[in-house]
């Protein structure tokens, strides 16, 4: 499912960021690291960026990995999706670093945009908050509309490999336009969330619904918080319809405003699972 992971190095990465993220890798069943450094790869610079990146790999290999590592020069992001595909990743894991707001309405980043090009899942990692709980259990919280790709998602929830302890499923959803029909709603939305809890194997010790009403790119961010979660599954697209564009989305306020790391899921990637037991 998630067993081959291509992660960017920049070589401005500090040691203890990358053990942290190692570790994050290791609970989604990652067990192979493509390490990419986009730069010259011939003559004096390349045999530099060479050296730099073995060194990266040696330390990825402490924590239990098989690596390979791939310098070529480019696009960023270009590169990255490229070689990805390439290799056959099952998803690209990237930092995540924080911009002003208009650096980043002018530049851009190359997380938004790797998520934009890519058709493979895209890990955005973030350190853990100050405010998140010390507790020992690993929690996920899956937004779903209940309109589209949960098959594609509840795959990657499934899996025996994916080591979370507990699953929160969140709706975020608009109040009906009386009483009677927003009762109506509740319940539908109470049904649908039990059903997938169901389809995952999953009871009260290690799952929760929810359902809260508002916009769905503040609601998760805050459910996310309140709720310590570590990582937040979203899918691609989320439009009513499936097919809105990632630029300006909920999926990229989202991953740009939590507190904690997110998977991103596209809506038509092949996944190969093994069912929990």
């Not at 310098?71 to 690209?92: F, H, K, N």
């Not at 010390?134 to 790709?149: E, I, M, P």
């Not at 169901?198 to 503040?218: F, P």
Request: with cysteine.
């Amino acid at each position: 499912m998630l067993r081959r992971v291509l992660v960017p190095v920049g070589f401005r990465e500090k040691p203890e960021q990358l053990a942290a993220m190692c570790t994050f890798l290791k609970g989604l069943g990652t067990g192979e690291v493509v390490l990419v450094h986009v730069g010259p790869n011939t003559r004096g610079p390349g045999k530099q960026n060479q050296r730099r990146i073995a060194a990266v790999a040696d330390q990825i290999q402490t924590h239990g990995f098989s690596t390979r590592t791939v310098v070529r020069p480019g696009s960023r992001q270009m590169v990255l999706v490229a070689v990805a595909e390439e290799l056959e990743a099952d998803y690209i894991a990237m930092s995540f670093r924080k911009q002003s707001i208009l650096r980043r309405a002018i530049l851009g980043s190359t997380v938004k945009d790797v998520i934009r090009q890519s058709d493979i899942p895209v890990f955005v990692y973030k350190e853990p908050p100050r405010w998140r709980s010390r507790d020992d259990r690993f929690r996920a919280l899956y937004a779903t509309s209940l309109q589209w790709g949960d098959d594609i998602i509840l795959s990657y929830i499934r899996d025996k490999r994916f080591q979370a302890d507990e699953i929160v499923f969140l709706h975020v959803g608009s109040r009906g336009p009386d009483p009677f029909v927003e009762q109506q709603r509740r319940e539908r939305v109470d049904t649908q969330l039990q059903e997938l809890r169901r389809n995952c194997g999953l009871g009260e010790s290690d799952s929760e619904q929810l359902a809260v009403l508002g916009t769905a790119r503040r609601q998760i961010v805050k459910a996310a918080r309140r709720l310590s979660v570590d990582l937040v599954l979203l899918g691609k697209a989320d439009s009513v319809m499936g097919f809105a564009p990632v630029l300006g989305s909920t999926t990229e306020e989202v991953s740009y405003n939590v507190g904690c790391s997110v998977l991103i899921i596209p809506r038509d990637v092949e996944v190969s699972t093994e069912a929990r037991t």
